[in-house]
């Protein structure tokens, strides 16, 4: 799947930043992300730009608004359904962790949220826990974008710019 996804976008640049964009937002969305392996295609995508000289920028945003949105959803499904949520596996298997939380959101607040999004497992869970728990949504939006073009940063700049250092370097 990887290396197919990964052909494509090579063929098919213009489906670049919507590819992009949809993986980072399943990679991001609450129980979806446990069953999409977007972060390793996203790898493949940061070492696709820097070996084939796609443009980075328009793919680096695509994947930090579709991160973005996609914990934005998942923390307004914890948000409006915390009771239904909570029934809903893998919160049913853990019952303590809607009011485990809650208390972490309180003594941590954004800071909290901002560091879940680097924890592959925690990455859909925390806006989802964060809703669920009530925390403000201003606090949870300012940490949630500025997480998100930080992770970008960090999932496709070592293989764009690792790979193009490469080049160079060897060549």
């Known amino acids: 799947m990887v290396e197919s996804v990964l052909a494509f976008i090579r063929a098919h640049e213009a489906w ?9 937002f399943g990679e991001s969305l609450a ?3 446990l069953l999409l392996p977007a972060t390793v295609i996203l790898w493949g995508v940061g070492a696709l730009i820097g070996a084939s000289g796609l443009d980075f920028w328009p793919l680096w945003l695509a994947a930090a608004i579709g991160a973005a949105l996609g ?7 914890g948000y409006h359904y915390h009771r239904e949520i909570a029934g809903l596996w893998p919160l049913s298997r853990h019952p303590d962790l809607i009011p485990r939380a809650h208390r972490l959101f309180e003594k941590w607040g954004a ?7 680097f ?3 925690l990455r859909a869970v925390v806006p989802l826990a964060a809703g669920a728990a009530q925390m403000s ?15 970008a940063t960090t999932t496709l700049g070592p293989g764009a710019f690792g790979v193009s250092w490469l080049k160079d370097w060897i060549g």
């Open 16 to 24: 670049g930043a919507p590819i992009v964009f949809v993986l980072s």
């Open 31 to 33: 129980f979806i992300s």
């Open 71 to 77: 914990d934005w959803f998942s923390y307004w499904l």
């Open 111 to 117: 800071p909290g949220v901002f560091i879940g999004r």
């Open 119 to 121: 924890f592959g497992p």
């Open 137 to 151: 949504r201003w606090p949870f939006q300012a940490a949630n974008w500025a997480s998100a073009f930080v992770w």
